[in-house]
């Protein structure tokens, strides 16, 4: 591609991501002014429809009458309906609701059933291991206070002894045992 063709292209790439900047920028306080009118006509007219029905309950006593009637012959039905659904909705949920502890409480006690044996069972074979290792781990430290004592090894290098019989695989060289002595 020649030097003058990318220029022409990366200039006509500018121009256009400006063009949709300056379109999208339009386009959003076009969409900021729309929502301004929608809000101020919308409040307009609840405050016209405030005032118009304000002013036909003041001067208009029949309207009042009618509404007070309907309320009373609606409140009624719709006490006895709420009360209902208040009702049933709690008897529903009782029904529910104790299913829920009573099934909640068998599958608990079925639960427990598997989960004690078996926390007690790992419970006890960690409380083994773990004396296993206290145990062991204080016959060594006695092995080797007694060897050190006897002056067979000096203190702390009977562990190290071990430790290169475990690593090696074969034991220690007698060599590597005189030179830690």
């Not at 003041?58 to 009702?87: E, K, Q, S």
């Not at 609701?97 to 074979?125: D, N, W």
């Not at 206290?134 to 092995?143: D, E, R, S």
Request: a positive charge.
């Amino acid at each position: 591609m020649s030097e003058g063709r990318l220029t022409s292209t990366v200039s006509f790439v500018k121009d256009i991501s400006s063009l949709t900047y300056e379109k999208a920028s339009r386009a959003i306080q076009t969409s900021h002014g729309i929502y301004d009118q929608l809000y101020r006509h919308g409040q307009q007219a609840g405050d016209r429809a405030y005032q118009m029905t304000k002013y036909y309950w003041i001067n208009f006593p029949p309207l009042r009458w009618l509404a007070y009637t309907f309320v009373v012959f609606i409140l009624p039905p719709a006490i006895v309906f709420v009360g209902w659904m208040v009702l049933s909705f709690g008897f529903v949920s009782a029904i529910a609701g104790t299913g829920v502890i009573l099934s909640q409480g068998f599958l608990t006690t079925c639960g427990l059933f598997v989960f004690l044996p078996t926390a007690s069972f790992l419970t006890i074979v960690a409380f083994m291991v773990a004396c296993f290792a206290v145990f062991t781990w204080g016959g060594i430290q006695t092995v080797n206070a007694t060897l050190s004592k006897f002056g067979l090894i000096r203190r702390g290098n009977f562990m190290e002894f071990s430790k290169q019989s475990a690593i090696s695989g074969r034991g220690a060289r007698q060599s590597d045992y005189n030179h830690s002595r």
